[in-house]
Structures are given as C-alpha cells and as structure tokens.
C-alpha cells in the first residue's frame, strides 16, 4: 500500500500547530471524544447506532443537561462513563448534604476522579429542584436527507420509492402524561403507496406515571430491559464499548418507545406496579406484524428479515407478513443494597420458522413459539458490584452471564464478566452484550481494568476470550477466538487531550470462505493502532486530529490508512456552529477498512467504513435564531480516487464521488407552573 507523502506532512503541520497554539480554558473537548468512541465501537460490531434511544438521549444531554439535583439513579444509569459505585455515592452525597449549589461540588463525592468529572460536566448542570416545576414541555424535529447523485436501482426502477430519507419525531409531558411517535421512510422506500398508509415506520407511545401502586402505564409501543438482557432485552447493550467497567446492563426496566429503530420494540401495553415498597411487578403484552423471508412450504419462513428495508419489491412482499405475539410478567424485589428478579413470557409467531440448509443456520430457532424464564441478581459488596442472569428456555437450554465490578480506589477498577449459551438456547429479544449476534453455543469471558497511574493520565482496557460450538458464518467448525482493546488518555489540561488506542482481534475462519465440512480453518487477525489529539483554543474554537493505521491478515495481509483534520467554532452567543472535517484514506480492501465518527446533525449519526482510496469532505452546520428554534445543515462528499463508479449493486453510482446533504429543523418548547404561566414557543 502506498500513501501520499502530503497527507503526513498535513499531519505533522497540524501537531506543530497545536503544540505551538496558547491554550485558553473553554469547553472541555473529552465529552465530544468519548461518545466519538462509543458509537465508532457500536458500528465496528454491527450495532445500528442512528436508530437508538440511548444514543440520542445521550446527545439531547450535551444541549440540555441534566440537573443533578433531581436526577435518579435511572436517570445517572444512563452515562455509561459512570461506574455503579460512583452513582451510589452521587446520590447519597445529595441525600446527605441536600442540593449542590455548584458542579465544584462534585470533587467532594467519593470516588469522582477528575477524568469523571470533566466527562460529567459536559451533560449536566446544577439548578435548585423548584427551578424544574415544568408542567408542560416537548421537543419535535424533523430530517430530511438525500444523495444527490441518482443510484442505479431508480433508474432500473428496482427501488419503489424517492431518494429521499425522511424522518419525524415529537415528545410531549404534561404532568404524569407523556406521548411521543415517530415516522420514517428509508430512501428508496415508498409512501403514500404500495400498500404503506403513511410512511415505512411509525411509532409511538402514550405513558402515564402514577405515584401510588400504579408507577407508569404505556399504551402504544415500549422497551423492556430485564436482567442482564439475556431473555428480554429490548434495549441496546454497551458492555465492552467504550469503558471497561460498564459491563453490567443498566438503564430503566419500562421505557415508552417512538425512533427510527424497526426492530428492537414491543408493541401493545404494559405497565409498572409497586404494590408495596420493595416489591415491582411488571406485566406486559405485544403484537405487531414483523418480515419474514418466505419458505418453500406454505405457511413457512426460513427465517426474520431485520434490516427494516423496504425499497424493492422483494423487500415489500415480506414487510409485515408474519404476526408475533408475546406475553409475560417480571417480579423484582429491591433492597437497598441487593435485587432480585424473575419472570417469563411465551411467543409466538403466525408462521413456522424452518431454516434453511446452510451449515451455519442448523443450530437457529425452528418452529412457531417459545418460551423464555428467567432469574437475576444484583447485589453491592462493600466497593463491588455483583450481577448476574440465568434463563432456561422450554427446551430446557439455558443462558448465562455473571460479573463483577469493583471501584478498588479513585486510581484502579476492574471488571469480570462470564457468559455460557447452551447449543440450542435462544431468545427473540435477547440482547446480553455477547460476542456473535446468535449466542447460541457461545461462551466467553472478559476482563477489564482501568487506572490511573497520574492525575492527568488513564490507562483502561478489556480483553475478551470467546469460543463458539457451534458453526458460524465463514466458520464451518467449532472455533475460538480473542478481543482485546487498549487506550491511554492523556489529559494535559481542560482543552489539550490526547488519546493513544490499540485493538487486535483474532479468530477462526474457513480459508476459502465457504461452508463445507472439511474446509481448513486458518486464524483471522485484524490490528488497529490510532492517535487522536482532541484540543480548544479559545472559547469558540476546537480542533481534532486523528491518524488510524489498520493491519488484516488472512491467507493475504493487507492495509488501511486514515488522517483526518476537523475545526469546530461557536459563535460566542451560541447563535451558530460550523464544524469542517477533511479526512484521507488508503485501504487495500474491504477487510482492512477503517470506521470513525463524523459530525453530524443533532440525533443523527454518521458512522462510515472507508475501504479503498480517496477523500472525504464534511461541513455541518447550526443555526439557532431563537432560543426554541435549531435549523441544521450538513453537505458531504465522498471522492474515490481508484475506481470510476461508487457503490455496487442498485446502490452503484456511476461517478466517482457521491455527495449528501441533510436538513434538520427542531423545535422546543416548555409552559412553567402557575407562578409563570407563559408558554413559550
């Protein structure tokens, strides 16, 4: 692989700016960096990350940040930098001392190291709990984005559709009532039309939280995260993603559901008891119609489609062809210092599951209904966590996963986490962090650390052994296999960051790529090494340099490089922002493929895989006229240097560059209690 000679003079232009540019204390750049490597972590693994609840409250916190003083441990949960034992401090120093009257205060609680602390600030603030009485606020946004090149599957006519992705979303609280719905439509998908009323994807919610046995009510579509997710986990896991110590599932049990995700919801109702302090008893029901890809035998799938794609029409004929009900209870009993939890529910499917005959699929689920039980735990031993699931399904298979988390002192953590999967365990709505996306004769194990040999500096990482008994794609034998990720952060100041990261995975892999019993197996082995400098200069302004060099070795070997230089500046009154990101790569092929975060509009996420060689240029831009009012822009365009068409499929552009834009209007708006009955809009 050859690499223009300009781009590392580029790169080294830029580290002599930063190192000779006088630093004045502003934003800290640390929060924008580590949901950078979060998301870029999710995509490297297949997770979809747009779509995601999780990610864009994480997001809607950087523009409107949490007041600590009335956040619950649920609420904290969410901030996967956060460590159990960290949470539990945080709450019991404002049990103790009332309110905080300033983020400074967080330097008293135990066990808040300063890298936390920077990390924290960038999501919440500090206001007095009178100042949140707002009895009624919402939150609406609309996205409309389009290649501006034609594919190739409109003018074939293989797409149904326009080029155009839309999507809406809206929140509204009023009191103990909250509603939120969602509509999508993926570009090349119909509307209007084809038998779709309204658009692709709509969802939505009506919730009620009660304050007596009633807690909450919904009505409409919802996410149950139970346990460790290994029977019911609606939501998205972070084990493993971006922090060693988040390795226990955490978040709320009963949320009320409306994004773009197509997949990872139920829909019916179901609600939360408390009929008496400790005890939580949660019931559910849900029927929605989901794809199936049609069998040979009547009244038969092979198996479900999960794309959520509906352009051509093969893809229209199995849009919601297959009915799914399902039904269940959880009963929990919470202690302070330890929970307990148990339930079941039965599934159910219209239409009988025969897989194909491919030699990965054998060991997939196969018939029309299920049933899933399950039982966990969790409990704080003096500075550790303990937590842990176990699930039998009625074929008697069986699912685990047990850990630990333990804050030994502000300076070291560590993690252990076991899972084991029986060869014939599954669940529809598992979600426990695992390696392969079926776990089904899975085991695995993991460890992580994280320290911090000096005030300014982070040393963190996991290494994770896995093995399956089972054939997997491009594995047509029992195989094994190892992760492992390191990071050291060096915070010179609040504005000047470095970050140094290395990753390596290795595992078995058929050599020919095929699926016959006696193919040899040969190991897989990818490396990755990356430098990135984060740094503000000045109030207004924030740059970011990254070098990424990859390593893919199997049968051949091959490379990949990436160097991209990003500037950011804020108005001072934050009427605006203007990001810019140039970024230049060179990979041997597709295997050697590097991902990385790009700026993006607010919710929106661009996570792209650059393979091959060329350029990419991103400007984003906001715009906010008024407090209530955001209106977002951002212009991309790909350049590919080796090839004459982009793309393959109906998706090839005969150029070689694509360029994409995107538009975003959002709209807030809040109404305070009767002392100030405004509305304002």
């Known amino acids: 692989m050859t690499f223009n000679k300009a781009i590392f003079r580029y790169f080294w232009f830029s ?13 800290t750049p640390a929060a924008d960096s580590r949901v950078s490597e979060w998301l870029e972590t999710l995509a490297e693994q297949g997770i979809e990350t747009e779509s995601s609840p999780e990610s864009e409250t994480l997001l809607q916190y950087l523009t409107t940040p949490m007041n600590l003083n009335t956040a619950s441990k649920t609420d904290l949960e969410g901030f996967y930098f956060l460590s159990d034992k960290q949470i539990e401090n945080l709450l019991f120093h404002i049990h103790e001392n009332g309110a905080m009257l300033s983020l400074y205060e967080l330097q008293a609680v135990e066990g808040m190291d300063e890298r936390t602390i920077q990390l924290l600030k960038s999501f919440v603030t500090v206001l007095p709990p009178t100042d949140q009485a707002v009895q009624t606020k919402g939150e609406t946004y609309l996205r409309c984005q389009s290649v501006l090149e034609q594919p190739k599957g409109y003018s074939t006519g293989a797409y149904q559709g326009t080029p155009q992705k839309w999507l809406g979303k809206t929140k509204i609280s009023h009191g103990q009532l909250q509603t939120g719905l969602a509509f999508e439509k993926d570009a090349g998908e119909p509307a209007f039309n084809k038998g779709i009323a309204i658009t692709d994807h709509v969802a939505g919610f009506i919730r009620y939280e009660g304050k007596t046995i009633l807690r909450q009510a919904i009505v409409g579509c919802y996410r149950l995260s139970m346990g460790q997710g290994i029977a019911m986990g609606t939501s998205m896991s972070t084990a493993f993603t971006s922090d060693p110590l988040t390795i226990r599932r955490r978040g709320q049990a009963l949320t009320g559901y409306a994004s773009g995700d197509e997949i990872n919801y139920l829909q019916g109702m179901a609600a939360q008891l408390n009929p008496c302090h400790h005890l939580i008893l949660i019931p559910f029901v849900s029927h929605k119609t989901i794809d199936g890809n049609p069998g040979e035998v009547s009244n038969t799938i092979t198996g479900l489609s999960k794309t959520g794609y509906h352009r051509t029409q093969t893809e229209l004929d199995r849009r919601k062809n297959t009915n799914e009900w399902l039904g269940g209870m959880s009963i929990q009993y919470r202690h302070e210092q330890w929970r307990f939890e148990t339930g079941g529910y039965h599934y159910q499917l219209s239409h009988t ?12 689920f196969s018939g029309d209904a299920m049933q899933n039980y399950w039982a966990a735990y969790q409990a704080i031993w003096g500075k550790a966590m303990l937590f842990g699931e176990w699930s039998l399904n009625n074929t008697l298979q069986t699912g685990q996963s047990h850990g630990i988390t333990w804050d030994i002192d502000n300076k070291l953590g560590l993690s252990v986490r076991a899972q084991h999967f029986d060869n014939r365990y599954h669940s529809p709505y598992g979600n426990a962090g695992n390696r392969y996306s079926e776990p089904a004769g899975e085991s695995n194990a993991t460890i992580g650390v994280r320290t911090m040999p000096h005030r300014h500096i982070t040393i963190e990482g996991w290494h994770m052994l896995y093995k399956s008994t ?25 504005d000047f960051q470095i970050l140094l990261q290395f990753k390596n995975r290795s595992n078995d892999k058929d050599s020919n790529g095929t699926h016959p019993a006696d193919a040899p197996v040969t190991r897989e082995r990818q490396q990755s090494y990356r430098i990135q400098l984060n740094y503000q200069t000045g109030q207004n302004w924030r740059l970011s340099t990254r070098i990424e060099y990859c390593h893919y070795h199997h049968q051949t070997t091959s490379e990949g490089l990436l160097l991209y230089q990003e500037i950011q500046w804020r108005h001072p009154n934050n009427l605006c922002q203007v990001t810019l990101r140039y970024a230049q790569f060179n990979t041997d092929d597709y295997y050697s493929r590097i991902y990385t975060y790009e700026p993006d509009v607010l919710y929106g996420f661009s996570i792209p895989a650059f393979s091959g060689k060329g350029s990419r240029v991103v400007l984003n831009t906001r715009f906010s006229p008024h407090k209530n009012w955001d209106l977002y822009f951002r212009v991309s365009r790909l350049t590919d240097a080796d090839n004459t068409i982009i793309g393959s499929g109906h998706d090839e552009i005969g150029h070689p560059y694509k360029h994409e834009v995107k538009f975003q209007l959002r709209h807030t708006f809040s109404r305070k209690n009767k002392a100030n009955n405004t509305l304002k809009m």
């Not at 599951?353 to 997939?364: C, E, F, T, V």
């Open 15 to 27: 580290v002599s700016i930063i190192t000779s540019t006088q630093i004045i204390h502003g934003q």
């Open 353 to 364: 599951i025969a897989p194909s005959n491919i030699l990965y699929q054998q060991n997939r």
């Open 470 to 494: 089972v054939p997997r794609y491009q594995i047509s034998t029992p195989s094994h296999g190892l992760q492992t990720t390191l990071r050291q952060t060096w915070q010179c100041n609040r």
